[in-house]
């Protein structure tokens, strides 16, 4: 099908990269006609004469084009480059919709700027989705997790389109099973907010997991195909995921002169931003997001390659070989990188609570789990149990404290710390995990070294501190020179 002069569409896209074709295939896959466009033209022949050939599927060479092709309320989802050809098409989208019709935008926007759109569009009189779409190429075509905030009353409108395409899990909260990766998930920037932390724990997950691999290969001196089996094992238990899967996968694969593929890619790593996005979130709102900080330093660390070559030559460290139980230890990074993991989750989840706080949003926190439960990169077993703590009390306040995985801390512990005790005694660096105990065991503590942070600063900024002996909110300054005066600061932070 190509141009047409009848509105017949169910939505319209424009982007046709790798995300926006394989969206458009699997709407047309699933009944749904689209009409499409693109800002370079010949893109939008090339898709309509290849994969979507006989399909019902729309090529449109205009804005214009584009919109009359689509049934009313129209429904427009752009997936391009996030930045300002999201704002410019929004721009050029407007002129052409009318009262109640629907921009969407799924790319990887960020939150702030979702915020600022979904506003601006509503001004006009029309309603704006911003939407995570997770699972790369093969998610889009497939059944991504889609995380849809914005103008609530936009969501029955794309609803049927958005929750047929995604992923399908067992574990509704009917127990049906295939329930959609995709529900809706609060006000204006929500979604995006929601997608910037999926990507923040990604990045947790995916350092936690290059941590064991390296303890594994440097403390135990295993190799590929003994990793590449203790990471299989791994994944037919609590840690079946898709990250554990493809670490088992790249572990044993050779290229065609019979060499593993995983020692011959340099040692560095780069960041994109959303990494970086959610840490600065939690440093704004002052949570403590320690682990995704801490993954996203480590690749910045990893990064410094020519000065650690140099570094290598020079600094010292232990050099010791390992010279416990080989099997016993195994299970130990096993269960240090379950604690983590868990840990690393209950600060995603503390963080958009705050979130939700800061910006007004009635969060699903049990529907995150279920849209994080497949069609992305960290889909796993294990947020199905996130969805059953919240299922039970959906006013949990952290995770830590629902019984199960509170028990599951609790099992895993011993190990956890004989793990990093051994790595710092073998000079292995595990940032992740050792952050990881540091927050477990600070938030468990009912009393923390703050008493002398506070007395410090009252020292040498005459900054007040409460007391523990009278009521919250009161505070005092203590002379401690004997030279001071009893003027405190309002201003002075350090
Ligand atoms: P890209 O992020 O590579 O964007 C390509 C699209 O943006 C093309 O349609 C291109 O048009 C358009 N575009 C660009 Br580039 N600059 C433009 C401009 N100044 N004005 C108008 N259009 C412009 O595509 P993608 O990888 O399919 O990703 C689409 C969105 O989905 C992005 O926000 C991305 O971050 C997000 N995302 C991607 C993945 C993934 O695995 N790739 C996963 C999840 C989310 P042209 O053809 O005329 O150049």
């Given at each position: 099908m190509s141009r047409v002069d009848i509105a017949q569409a169910d939505i319209g896209l424009i982007g046709l990269a790798v995300m926006g074709q394989n969206l458009v295939l699997n709407m047309e896959d699933h009944g749904f006609t689209v009409a499409v466009y693109n800002r370079t033209l010949s893109k939008v022949d090339d898709f309509i004469n290849g994969s979507a050939k006989g399909r019902n599927i729309i090529g449109a060479h205009s804005i214009e084009e584009l919109v009359g092709a689509l049934k009313k309320p129209r429904r427009v989802m752009m997936l391009v480059k996030a930045g300002q050809p999201v704002d410019d098409f929004i721009d050029l989208l407007i002129p052409h919709l009318e009262a109640g019709d629907i921009i969407i935008d799924g790319g990887n926007s960020n939150y702030n700027d979702t915020i600022r759109r979904t506003a601006y569009v509503e001004s006009k009189g029309l309603l704006y989705i911003g939407t995570g779409v997770s699972g790369g190429e093969e998610g889009a075509r497939h059944g991504p997790s889609i995380m849809p905030g914005g103008s609530t009353d936009a969501w029955p409108h794309v609803k049927p389109i958005?929750?047929?395409?995604?992923?399908?899990?067992?574990?509704?909260t009917d127990g049906s099973p295939s329930a959609p990766c995709c529900d809706w998930v609060g006000e204006n920037g929500a979604g995006h907010y929601v997608k910037m932390t999926h990507n923040g724990i990604e990045y947790g997950d995916m350092q936690l997991i290059?941590?064991?691999?390296?303890?594994?290969?440097?403390?135990?001196?295993?190799?590929?195909?003994?990793?590449?089996?203790?990471?299989?094992?791994?994944?037919?238990?609590?840690?079946?995921?898709?990250?554990?899967?493809?670490?088992?996968?790249?572990?044993?694969?050779?290229?065609?002169?019979?060499?593993?593929?995983?020692?011959?890619?340099?040692?560095?790593?780069?960041?994109?931003?959303?990494?970086?996005?959610?840490?600065?979130?939690?440093?704004?709102?002052?949570?403590?997001?320690?682990?995704?900080?801490?993954?996203?330093?480590?690749?910045?660390l990893s990064a410094l390659k020519d000065e650690r070559v140099v570094a290598s030559k020079v600094l010292s460290g232990p050099s010791l070989t390992f010279d416990g139980d080989r099997q016993a230890f195994i299970q130990d990074i096993h269960d240090a990188l379950y604690a983590s993991k868990i840990m690393s989750y209950t600060q995603g989840y503390m963080l958009m609570q705050a979130a939700a706080a800061e910006y007004g949003w009635n969060l699903n926190l049990g529907g995150i789990?279920?849209?994080?439960?497949?069609?992305?990169?960290?889909?796993?077993?294990?947020?199905?149990?996130?969805?059953?703590?919240?299922?039970?009390?959906?006013?949990?306040?952290?995770?830590?404290?629902?019984?199960?995985?509170?028990?599951?801390?609790?099992?895993?512990?011993?190990?956890?710390?004989?793990?990093?005790?051994?790595?710092?005694?073998?000079?292995?660096?595990?940032?992740?995990?050792?952050?990881?105990?540091?927050?477990?065991?600070?938030?468990?503590?009912?009393?923390?070294?703050?008493?002398?942070?506070?007395?410090?600063?009252?020292?040498?900024?005459?900054h007040t501190y409460e007391r523990i002996d009278r009521p919250r909110k009161e505070f005092f300054h203590t002379d401690w020179t004997g030279s001071g005066g009893d003027v405190t600061s309002t201003t002075y932070n350090a």
């Open positions: 958005f929750q047929a395409v995604a992923a399908k899990v067992e574990g509704g290059c941590e064991a691999y390296y303890l594994m290969k440097e403390a135990l001196g295993m190799s590929n195909e003994e990793m590449h089996g203790t990471f299989a094992e791994w994944n037919r238990g609590k840690l079946d995921s898709y990250l554990i899967e493809i670490t088992r996968d790249i572990l044993g694969f050779r290229d065609e002169g019979g060499k593993y593929v995983i020692d011959l890619i340099l040692d560095t790593a780069g960041q994109k931003g959303t990494g970086k996005w959610t840490g600065i979130s939690a440093l704004d709102m002052g949570i403590p997001l320690t682990l995704i900080v801490e993954a996203v330093f480590a690749r910045c789990a279920l849209m994080w439960r497949g069609g992305c990169i960290i889909r796993s077993a294990f947020l199905g149990k996130i969805k059953e703590a919240f299922d039970k009390k959906p006013d949990l306040n952290n995770l830590l404290l629902d019984d199960y995985f509170r028990a599951e801390v609790e099992a895993a512990q011993p190990g956890w710390r004989r793990v990093i005790a051994k790595a710092v005694e073998m000079g292995v660096p595990v940032p992740a995990i050792s952050s990881a105990l540091a927050f477990y065991d600070g938030y468990r503590r009912e009393r923390l070294p703050a008493n002398l942070l506070q007395a410090q600063r009252d020292y040498f900024g005459a």
